[in-house]
């Protein structure tokens, strides 16, 4: 620098913040019978200037941030991963029969039948059958035979789990997007 003259050590900028590991919900949502499992959300890396480096990016909901209104029944929720709210961050409008893991940043999920902080115990995700692939529910899950039959009886479920594959009503049909078979 020469003598007299002003320097200038800018710091980098912060990373932007990441929203919603599988969904960012800024509109109106409505999950039916779903499993959102195993996402993760990332905050953004800092910029970086002569002076110094910012902070990575904040992160909010593993599976979703909700900044408008989400609407589930028979979903399950679980082992996503961020900051602020693992499985989710913000308040849901439950429609009840849903299993949520951890809860810690989310609420609404007082609907009858709704599981809180519960593992649902979902095998890997892989071909089970169907065109996609999916998250079986492991024996002793307590999504098994948890869920509303009417709900999944009618539109859009058709009594059909993701894989096309019929729903049970004996007792119940089950939580999430696999039904077990008999």
Same mark, same amino acid.
Not at 20 to 47: C, R, V
């Given at each position: ?11 980098? /900028?912060?990373? $932007?913040?990441?929203? +919603? *590991?599988?969904?960012?919900?800024? #509109?109106?949502?409505? %999950?039916? &019978? ?19 480096? /910012?902070?990575? $990016?904040?992160?909010? +909901? *593993?599976?979703?941030?909700?900044? #408008?209104?989400?609407? %589930?029944? &028979? ?19 439950? /429609? ?8 810690s940043s989310c ?44 709900v999944c009886g ?29």
């Amino acid at each position: 620098m020469a003598p007299g003259g002003v320097g200038f050590f800018a710091v980098g /900028g912060d990373g $932007g913040d990441g929203r +919603g *590991g599988g969904i960012e919900a800024t #509109g109106l949502e409505s %999950l039916l &019978n779903a499993t959102i499992a195993s996402n993760q959300t990332t905050g953004g890396l800092p910029g970086c200037g002569r002076g110094g480096c /910012g902070s990575r $990016g904040t992160t909010y +909901g *593993g599976a979703f941030d909700v900044a #408008g209104s989400v609407a %589930l029944t &028979n979903t399950i929720l679980s082992g996503n991963t961020g900051q602020n709210g693992p499985d989710c961050n913000g308040t849901v409008s439950s /429609g009840g029969h849903n299993l949520v893991g951890n809860n810690s940043s989310c609420a609404g999920f007082t609907g009858t039948g709704d599981l809180v902080n519960l593992d649902p115990l979902l095998g890997p995700l892989q071909k089970n059958g169907g065109p996609t692939s999916t998250m079986a529910l492991l024996a002793g899950s307590p999504a098994i035979a948890a869920a509303d039959d009417g709900v999944c009886g009618a539109p859009p479920v058709n009594g059909l789990d993701q894989r096309g594959l019929p729903r049970q009503d004996d007792p119940q049909c089950d939580m999430g997007a696999y039904e077990v078979q008999p």
